[in-house]
T-cell receptor, first 112, second 116 residues
Framework: QKEVEQNSGPLSVPEGAIASLNCTYS??????FFWYRQYSGKSPELIMF????GDKEDGRFTAQLNKASQYVSLLIRDSQPSDSATYLC????????????FGKGTLLTVNP | EPEVTQTPSHQVTQMGQEVILRCVPI?????FYWYRQILGQKVEFLVS????????KSEIFDDQFSVERPDGSNFTLKIRSTKLEDSAMYFC??????????????FGPGTRLTVT
């Protein structure tokens, strides 16, 4: 069974702090990784994707991928109360269908 | 900004009845997907669809499920005889499949299916 594992949290950070969300995966065939944000009762919203080892920055978000360690992370700088949500990590093998395998998600709470 | 749309937002049905969930993917996207999320659980892949045929399906997607692209815009998921355990949020997603952003999947708002 190919799994994506996340700490379910909750992770609580004060407003303005850096939130660090982590994810590990068991499928060495996974080539691309995605971070989605999901507010309660809503659909997943794509935040970032990363295909190559190293860091990728987009505004307040930085995704990090280490394929040797099978580890993906998301850093959120200057966290805002509106960032409070469940963050889903997903991996895809690529190929013709790119199906996503999701982790259970980490609940992030940003306290004002 | 283009988005995936889904109808209805909420569907209540009795066990054994057929339901059809509808999706309109983003217009230039080539790959279409259905996922489901049972309350409190992870998002699970059901099926992917490309070039008018299923490209992959999960073990959840048994003979009770089918997908169709009846015209150039709609993408449907049919459950022939619903069970209580089919109660979940069903999400449609689509991706370009080529160009600068081939793999990123964008999700619709979901249809909450309640089977009684």
């Amino acid at each position: 069974q190919k799994e994506v594992e996340q700490n379910s949290g909750p992770l609580s950070v004060p407003e303005g702090a850096i939130a660090s969300l982590n994810c590990t995966y068991s499928d060495r065939g996974s080539q691309s990784f995605f971070w989605y944000r999901q507010y309660s009762g809503k659909s997943p919203e794509l935040i970032m994707f990363i295909y190559s080892n190293g860091d990728k920055e987009d505004g307040r978000f930085t995704a990090q991928l280490n394929k040797a360690s099978q580890y993906v992370s998301l850093l959120i700088r200057d966290s805002q109360p509106s960032d409070s949500a469940t963050y889903l990590c997903a991996g895809a093998r690529g190929g013709s269908n790119y199906k996503l395998t999701f982790g259970k998600g980490t609940l992030l709470t940003v306290n004002p | 900004e283009p988005e995936v749309t889904q109808t209805p937002s909420h569907q209540v049905t009795q066990m054994g009845q057929e339901v059809i969930l509808r999706c309109v993917p983003i217009s230039n996207h080539l790959y279409f997907y259905w996922y489901r999320q049972i309350l409190g659980q992870k998002v699970e892949f059901l099926v992917s669809f490309y070039n008018n045929e299923i490209s992959e399906k999960s073990e959840i997607f048994d003979d009770q499920f089918s997908v169709e692209r009846p015209d150039g815009s709609n993408f449907t998921l049919k459950i022939r005889s619903t069970k209580l355990e089919d109660s979940a949020m069903y999400f449609c997603a689509s991706s370009e499949g080529l160009g600068q952003s081939p793999y990123e999947q964008y999700f619709g708002p979901g249809t909450r299916l309640t089977v009684t």
